[in-house]
């Protein structure tokens, strides 16, 4: 079983360019999530999804969207990157009616924006 | 929604125990504690959780106290490779958006 996968593992982009972070779940999880982890700052929510077809803002979602057009995939766009972007990024899911709270993730995407 | 405080890094020798304290002193009712944990540069991994009574599972114990306005993750026999930073994170059932995790306790193992 691959639970989340996330790609690029790593991608140094240019400022002002368009990325798309992928995240894909093979556990049929109804609520998915991105958060990005900058050093001595800890996990922040960017945006989250309780089910295919919504979406909702968390703590930074400002420069960020994402979609969920089906169960599986969330996506996350920087429509046009920031050096303070620059971050590890990680997508997660969980089942929140059987088990709230407890998330599974991936191993994070590695963006650096110059 | 309940916020949780943590110190921020705490050792241990290993092969002892491991005590993990976390306060979350305005949790409400419907609130659950869950603790999480981050190998350094992985993802993070769900450890236990528990919402008023003490939980056990294979990886640790959830103690929390009987206000719920504190709780303690024990590790009962620490190894090199529980080195790690531990999160505590309250949530409601249905907070999508609460699922926010503070700075952890960069636990560090010695040998």
């Known amino acids: 079983i691959a639970g989340i996968t996330q790609a690029p593992t790593s991608q140094i982009l240019a400022a002002g360019r368009r990325m798309t972070l992928r995240c894909t779940q093979d556990?049929?999880?109804?609520?998915m999530y991105w958060y990005r982890q900058d050093l001595g700052l800890g996990l922040r929510l960017i945006h989250y999804?309780?089910?295919?077809?919504?979406?909702g803002k968390g703590e930074v979602p400002d420069g960020y969207s994402v979609s969920r057009a089906n169960t599986d995939d969330f996506p996350l766009t920087l429509a046009s990157a920031v050096p303070s972007q620059t971050s590890v990024y990680f997508c997660?899911?969980?089942?929140?009616?059987?088990?709230?709270?407890?998330?599974?993730f991936g191993e994070g995407s590695r963006l650096t924006v110059l | 929604d309940a916020k949780t405080t943590q110190p921020p890094s705490m050792d241990c020798a290993e092969g002892r125990a491991a005590n993990l304290p976390c306060n979350h002193s305005t949790i409400s009712g419907n609130e659950y504690v869950y603790w999480y944990r981050q190998i350094h540069s992985q993802g993070p991994q769900y450890i236990i959780h528990?919402?008023?009574n003490n939980e056990t599972n294979e990886m640790a114990s959830l103690i929390i106290t009987e206000d719920r306005k504190s709780s303690t993750l024990i590790l009962p026999h620490a190894t090199l490779r529980d080195t790690a930073v531990y999160y505590c994170i309250v949530s409601r059932k249905t907070s999508y958006d609460k699922v926010i995790f503070g700075p952890g306790t960069s636990l560090s193992v010695i040998p």
């Open positions: 528990g919402l008023k």
């Open positions: 999804s309780n089910t295919a077809g919504t979406t």
């Open positions: 997660a899911s969980s089942d929140s009616d059987a088990k709230p709270g407890e998330l599974f």
């Open positions: 556990m049929r999880h109804n609520a």
